[in-house]
C-alpha cells in the first residue's frame, strides 16, 4: 500500500495540488529532517571580516555546511544594546529575501529596540554590491568559500540534498541561532526570528526544524509553492518527478507541522509571489498559535515594507519581555448578510475595518475595498454587513497602539450557508 502512495504522488504530481501530495505522504511515515539539529546546535567557529566595515555592528564569519565537499563561511552582522552583565538580552535572527544580504540596518532597528541581533547572508555573498554606484543594485559579491547560490534552488534538484540551497540557507539560519545562544549577552531561552519573503519561505521551514526558538515571524513566505505561486512557472518547466521532489525537500508544507511556537504572519492582499490561498493553507498547517496581520495591498520589499510593521515589534515584546500583545481572535463568522468577529484584547482596540473583494481570478489583480465595520468594545465583537457581489472578506481588528490583527479571509458569502468558526 505504501508503495502504491508513493508511486501515484509521483506521477500527478504535476497537476495534483500539494495538499492532495501531502495528504498521500502523510499517509507513510514522514521522513526526520534532513538536517543533523543536535550538530547544528553547537555554536560555530567564527572569524574576523575587518574588509566589511559598517557603524554599530561587527562583522564576521562563520562556519556553515559543507558545499561539494568543501567547508563554508557565512557572512553576518551582529550587535547588542549595551547591557549590564546580569541583565541577558532577547535576540533576533533575521533573515532576508530575495536579492538582499545581510543588512546592517535591520540588526541597528532592533538594536534600538532593546533586542541583540544577527543578520547573516545566506547565498554565499558579502554585502557588496557589484555597482556599486547603483544604491538599488541587488547583485552581491561572491566569497570564495561561501555556499550555493539563492534562490530556490530549482536547477539543482538532482543534485545531493545537503548541496542544495535551501538545505544550506536553513542550516546558516539554525547556525546563527546556536552562535546567538553562545554569547554572554544573550538569554539563549528569549530568540524569535523573523524573514522576508523568501526569507520568510526560509522562516517556516526553520520553525518545524529548529524547536528552540520562542516565536516566528514570516512577512510574505509560506509554502504551497507549488499549488499557487509566481514560480508556477517555474514549476511546468520541470518534470513531474523533478517537480515532486521539489516539493517534497524544500516546500514549508513538508515542515510546517512541526512548527508548534507561536507564530506571526505578515502579508498583503495583491503580494506577487505568496498569495492568500497558500498562506491560509500554511498558517492553518501549523499546530501552533498563530496571530495574522494582513494589509490591504502591502507593498513587498526589504527596508521599511518587510522590517518596520510595528506589530512585528509588538509580538516580539510579547512573546519575550512581557509586553501587552497583539488583539486575538477568538471566533469569527457570518449570519445571513452580516459578518462578526469576537476577540479579546489587553490594549483596548478602538477600530474595525471589512476588508472584501467583488473578483476573482488572479489573487494579486484583485481590487480591494474596505468600509468601515460596527465595533461594540463592551461585547469585543466586531460586525459589518457585506455588501452586494463580495467574493472574498475578512475583517481587521486595530487597537489603541494602531496596530492591527486580522481575521482568516473567507469565501462564505450570503448565498451559502452560514459560516461559524471558534
Known sequence: M????????LVFAATWPLAVIAAAR???KVPPPRWDVAALGHSPKTYPAPEIVAPGVRS???????????PTRVFAFYAAPKTEP???LPAMVLVHGGGGTAFDRWVRLWNDRGYAAIAMDLCGCLPVRLDPKDPKCRKWKRHEQGGPPGWGGFEAIDQPPQDQWTFHAVADIILAHSLLRGYAEVDPQRIGITGISWGGYLTCITAGVDQRFRFAVPVYGCGYLGD???????FDKM?????ANWLASWDPSAYLRDARMPMLWVDGTNDFAYPMDSLQKSYRLAPGPHTLCLRVRMPHGHGPAGENPAEIHAFADSQLRGG????????QGRDRDRVWATFTSSCPVVRAELNFTRDEGSWQKRKWE?????????RQRATAPLPQGVKVYYLNLIDQRNLVVSTEHSSDVPDGPSDRRK
Open 228 to 234: 499557487n505561486s509566481v514560480w508556477l512557472p517555474v
Open 2 to 9: 505504501k508503495s502504491k502512495i508513493a508511486v501515484l504522488a
Open 370 to 378: 474596505t468600509l468601515p465595520a460596527q465595533l461594540d468594545a463592551s
Open 86 to 88: 546580569a541583565r541577558k
Open 239 to 243: 518534470t513531474p518527478e523533478r517537480r
Open 324 to 331: 501587552v500583545p497583539l488583539a486575538k481572535v477568538t471566533g
Open 26 to 28: 502523510s499517509a507513510e
Open 60 to 70: 564576521l564569519f562563520y562556519d556553515g555546511p559543507a558545499f561539494q565537499g568543501k
